[in-house]
């Protein structure tokens, strides 16, 4: 079974990369960027049957920094 | 707009990053995880009618790189 775990700094976060992937963008002429923010995916090849609850225990434990970051789990 | 542009590795491409992050699962006794990939999101507030052209370009020209890196776009 597939699972994607998305991390995103949560709103209010400074994000340096995002800046300087906005300013490069800029750089290069794409002018119609007003935002940008960097997160994270984890893909994860889990056992079929693997729970939400494990999954997100996985999220809590060790990747995400919940203080800072929000997560969304995806399995298919 | 949002746009949303996830970058993972290709296929073959060593991981050291999803290495440590299998291990460390392990070490905290998720034992079913069979493999794990670590990417990137880039969520960016892009001007409305951005065309899936234009979103392109900014991936092939920054943001992954496509030597080792597969890209794709989700606008909403």
Redesign the interface.
């Known amino acids: 079974m597939k699972a994607r775990i998305?991390?995103?700094l949560k709103p209010g976060v400074l994000d340096p990369q995002?800046k300087a992937?906005h300013h490069?963008?800029n750089g290069?002429g794409?002018d119609?960027?007003?935002?940008?923010?960097?997160?994270?995916?984890?893909?994860?090849?889990?056992?079929d049957g693997?729970d939400d609850e494990?999954l997100k225990?996985?999220c809590e434990?060790?990747?995400a920094n919940t203080v800072i970051e929000n997560y969304r789990i995806e399995t298919e």
Chains 1, 2 share one sequence.
């Open positions: 998305f991390i995103t995002g992937i490069a963008l290069l794409f119609g960027v007003s935002d940008v923010r960097a997160g994270k995916v984890i893909e994860m090849d889990v056992a693997t494990t225990a996985m434990k060790l990747l």
